[in-house]
């Protein structure tokens, strides 16, 4: 079996391209594979006659019991039978069905193949989560194959509306489906059936439910509605799903349960109920429609609803008449479908006003109809004749022993089956009759090969109608399976049953044609009568029809149920996504308090003790620090606000040293510098002025939520504090740093070796911060180059401006003795080489501090020195690849501040991204060469000598790490520079350039002397861009 | 083990301080706010590592049960460089959003505004086809072999 299921799923994913290569032929081909399973299955018949099952197990997920368990019983048998057969039949018809280049095809064809072989696993599954997923899958083929028009907005909505109640069907059936797994035991369905769990409210719920699955999939009213809807798909796939197979799923398992479940409370008078309701307002409908395949739709519907009485009343007679009426009802209607695909797809239309005189113009399909039709109506010798009476004598057997159920559902199916006579009269006259008024069709003529899916069909209805006692072992087999001969005849033979002793019962039912003058065949005959007088009388009929209202209107419910979920949808939408960042971030912070809160105030006792302080100097620094947080929360300028957070950072350092922490207070205190810088590199160009965006009250919310995250997260610091009772892994630490990583310093070797990965992924960080700072103020390109100086004719226009303006006010101001050096000279000499302070031709020099550059110039290299000592010495002392970085980084921001953007070009001539790409080689590659060596990554190790001169010499390979870290901390630092520095520099003399060229292009030099806060007035230093300067 | 009660008030006020400026609609109040909550929370490892000790370095004579928790340090100074460079790219992007809209203020989100509009609704899905009720009862419109009259 599962060889059959992986030639479904390979056609499946074959056909598509092969369909749309060669066309509709392929599904000549593709026919061979279901019709090959079904010639498999046919030799199965005489073993599973005799009482044998074949099984097929295959382990899938053991450790949850999941298992592809297969089994062949008679019912699984028959099912798989049609399942194929009708299912090769229908595959063959495609071929003549569709044309060439149709929009879709491939898709469709392989999704139809897929759908056989998940109908398949689906009747012959053992393991009822196999079962269920097999299940949902042919309810997802089902939605590709009814949305098979895609362009149709009916189809479409179609589609949607199938997959929606049959999911929501299937939910409610999955629920129930773990309910009996768990209670019994076992997930094999035939385990869970032979030994069904005891019975409990709980195991009442799990039937139902699984019931409420059975029912929406088999489209019982209230459900029904999608059935009629999904008539937009090709007829093919209703002949094939929504008369043969897929909706017989509810009914398989139904038949597939009752064994087991059919004593449940609820159980028979939810079925009786629900299906002769479902048949009677199946074949109510079913007069009213002028669509011949809507009115086979509304046919099916009400079958299924006589199916579900059937099959689900329980007795062992009923069981033999549903098993018969699946196989019958199969055949029937799968042929009337495809008799009216063809009609359409010869006429054009299908309504049964615009046909008329089609009988004469088409015999062959006449007659094939006619057989179809008269199984369907219950007359003999087919098929349908052979289940109907069965099932009169079933019903009436049980009525007779004073179950009023039975009563119930005789009386009911009766109705029912008029119904049907009368809807099957009208579908033969609608189809074939000469109806006055209308014009005969012109059918052209008749294709055999389009004829021989339907025939077959009908031809099968016959031979099995006239055959019909050698169906009865098998179909009896199955019905001896699921009950004794009556409900009052249960309670005597129960033991008999559960022994699995399938010993004959006297006055068992046989499948026969003629079983002499019974009141069955009475039943039958008063059925046939009155349907003909109810199709003779269909003007009148179809009057009353009008008057009264359709009581049951589920699909208008479905669509309102839809419409009110879209709008609350959208309500809710509204109501969560205001747009509003902070209601966002309040949102988040609300929860958090609320929650933590919660948790912590259920705890009851906490533990935590307070002391008023580690060490007094810490109360001078709190005491600066929040005064300075209040002040930054309120300060409406923002350098002033930017220089009191600075503050708080500041103080952070001071108590990490007094804490202990010289790594941190070193580190806190020259990020906090770069910070700084940083922030004011970029908040020149803004307005000084922070818009005070919100009202008071908004104010007072804010400061509601921040006052309540302080009060709650001071509460967690204690108790977090409180709660550390074992003794710290850190107490290790120092000898794991000394004795394995070869350093003194703990915390450096912590980043650098012990807990290298964080370090590794911290940096990752810091690299795609860098990038993201370039690539938001490098708006149309990333400069991979520093500026720098070079000859003229090489410079960019905005740099000859800058020249420009900048020669100007140096020959202005030369008779006033304020020229401050050679610069401007040496300049007009013809730039042989490049001065040591660049500031000279590059800056105004009302822009100029000579103190500074000098200082800056002579510092530099130093502090270049400085963080390198950092960087090796931070394994044994404060420092480190951190701290020896942000010194370096320092360095720069000095030479940039101090003479601009050319400076700091030639104070570091490489590309920061390069820094970066190296910093991470060196990072990754230490951690990464270890693997080489078969030990773990990231694992160090050290060399020791004695060199002559220098002495003893230590190198820890971390150090490499080290070094990694540094190179990307300073190559942030650059990043940051020249794009927030130098690139926000250059953006802003573009625009002033811009300005200037608007105005008055001519006067270009003027205009930028006369305009640009650069020019050499003397109150641009009011400007905030100078401030830094 | 007791906490300080200085640091915690410090803590409390730097989380109240920072989450009132991060409440805010200026970039640049969110991005004071996001550090001075960093600086909270840097306070609240902190706290958590226990009480002052000495530096976490080897040395003779010094026992580890005298030095300062070293892991906690490790964490915090891993956390004052990530604050560093997420707080470099908020102001690249407080920059930009100033270049391109001269704005340092957070609209409300437009798309969002618009998914709760009045008239928005999932089903107004245009459709391909003429909804004139043509071709309801058939699938071979014009294509039949003989045409239905």
Redesign the interface.
Known sequence: MIISLIGFALAGLVLPSLTARFGPRMFVVAAAIPAAVFVWLLSQIPAVTRGETPTELHPWVPQLDLALAFRLDPLSLTMALIVTGVGALVVLYCARYFRRGEDGLGRFSGVLLAFAGAMFGLVVSDDIYVLFMFWEATTVFSYLLIGQYTAKRKSRGAALQALLVTTAGGLAMLVGVVILAVESGTTRVSQIVADPPQASGLITVAVLLVLVGALSKSAQVPLHFWLPSAMAAPTPVSAYLHAAAMVKAGIFLIALLVPAFGETPGWRPLLVAVGVLTMLVGGWRALRQHDLKLLLAYGTVSQLGFLTVVVGYGTRNAALAGITLITGHALFKATLFLVVGIIDNRLGTRDLRKISGLGRQAPLLAVVATLAAASMAGLPPLIGFVAKEAVFTALLEDAEHGAPLGLVALIGVALGSVLTVAYTARFLWGAFARKPGVEPAEFVHEHVDFLISPAILALASLALGIASPLLDPLFGRYADGVAPLSGEALAASTSATAAGDTVEIPDAAHLALWHGLEPALGISAITLVLGLALFAARTRVSAIQNRVPSLIDSARGYSRVVHLVDRGAVRLTRLTQTGSLPIYVATILVVLVAAVGTALALVGELPGSLRPWDSPAQLPIAIVMGVATIAAARAQKRFMAVVLVGVTGYGMAALFALQGAPDLALTQALVETVTLVTFVLVLRRLPSAIGQDHSRRHRIVRAVIGVGVGILMSVVAVVALGSRIAEPISLRFPELAYEGGHGRNVVNVLLVDIRGWDTLGELSVLVVAATGVASLVFLSRRSSDMPRLGPETERPRWFARRTRMAEAPVEATSSAGATPDGAAPSQERGNQRTPWLLAGKTLAPENRSIILEVVVRLLFHSAIVVSVYLLFAGHNIPGGGFAGGLVAGLAFVARYLAAGRFELGEAAPIDAGKLLGFGVLFAGGTALVPIFFGVDALTSTWFEAELPVIGHVEFVTSTLFDIGVYLIVVGLALDILRSLGAEIDRQQEEDHDDEGDDEAPGAHQINTLSHTPDSPTPDAENSTEESIR | ??????????????????????????M??ML?GF??VG??T???I??????????????DGVE??E?????P??L???A??????????L??????S??IARA???T??????A???AD????D?E???A?DGS???????????????
């Open positions: 083990m007791s906490a300080s009660l200085v640091l915690i008030l410090l803590m409390a006020a730097l989380y109240a301080g920072g989450v009132y400026l991060l409440l805010g609609r200026s640049t109040r004071l550090l001075l600086n909270a840097n306070l609240l902190l706290i958590i590592a226990g009480p002052a000790g000495l530096a976490p370095i080897v040395a580890p049960s030095m300062h928790d070293p892991l340090e490790a915090i100074l891993t004052i460089v990530i604050t560093f460079g997420v707080s470099a790219f102001l690249a992007l407080i920059y930009r100033w270049r340092d203020v957070i409300s989100d437009e798309a969002d505004v998914v709760g509009g928005s609704s999932m089903d899905e459709s391909t086809e909804e071709g309801e009862d058939t699938e071979f419109e014009g294509r039949a072999e003989a045409k239905a009259p």
